[in-house]
């Protein structure tokens, strides 16, 4: 089957402007999941999706971070205006049953912040 | 809150020998535990998986155990190989399962 599918791989911008990041899950997992990981830290959880509906999102700023996932297949995450701190790589993951099943992971976007 | 603490933050070993990595989680309503592996500049990927019914589960050289009374597991890797030289991290679900992950572990494979 095919994977999860990011774009775009890599993105530079310079703080304050705007940025969006694409993710296509397996087809027929209800669950996406976005991911920030910081260099040398552990996958921090952004936002749960379950369908279309959002699960949690307790860990998104708000103030500059939305997502969404319009009719429960491809999802983006956007970013508006950027920070130095937002420089990680935004992982997106599927799964077929939320948090008791594996997650698979997409291969990512690195976002660079000048 | 939800947390997962993960130790060591680096291991060294030397080829040949075991590694083990210890998580601990602060929900005891948690049941499922993956393991994943993250080459560099590649994405994680799932190496084995445990939930509470059970308490150690072993796929050839890789074993997990899990103490869900003292509320941690354990990645087990028996016979390194320079191929196992890579970060690791361990997950618990939260309520909502919401996957919550460790902040890795990187282990490196002295030949």
């Known amino acids: 089957e095919a994977g999860v599918a990011q774009s775009p791989r890599y993105k530079i911008i310079e703080k304050r402007q705007s940025v969006a990041f694409w993710c296509n899950p397996i087809s027929g997992h209800a669950t996406l999941y976005w991911y920030q990981q ?14 279309n509906g959002v699960v949690d999102d307790s860990q998104l700023p708000k103030d500059r971070f939305s997502a969404e996932r319009l009719k429960g297949v491809d999802s983006t995450l956007k970013i508006q205006p950027a ?22 992971f997409g291969q990512g ?4 912040v000048v | 809150g939800e947390n997962v603490e993960q130790h060591p933050s680096t291991l060294s070993v030397q080829e040949g020998d075991s590694a083990v990595i210890k998580c601990t989680y602060s929900d005891s309503a948690s049941n499922y535990f993956p393991w994943y592996k993250q080459e560099l500049g590649k994405r994680p990927q799932l190496i084995i998986d445990i939930r509470s019914n059970v308490g150690e589960k072993k796929d050839q050289r890789i074993a997990v155990t899990l103490n869900k009374t003292a509320k941690h597991f354990s990645l087990h890797i028996t016979e390194t190989q320079p191929e196992d030289s890579a970060v690791y991290f361990c997950a618990a679900n939260f309520a909502g399962n919401k996957l919550t992950f460790g902040g890795g572990t990187r282990v490196l494979v002295k030949p």
């Not at chain 1, 976007?109 to 660079?112: E, V």
């Open chain 1, 38 to 51: 910081i260099l040398g830290q552990g996958p921090k959880l952004l936002i749960q999706f379950q369908n």
């Open chain 1, 83 to 104: 920070k130095l701190e937002d420089s990680a790589v935004y992982l997106c993951a599927s799964s077929t049953r939320q948090g008791e099943t594996e997650a698979f």
């Open chain 1, 109 to 112: 976007t690195r976002l660079t």
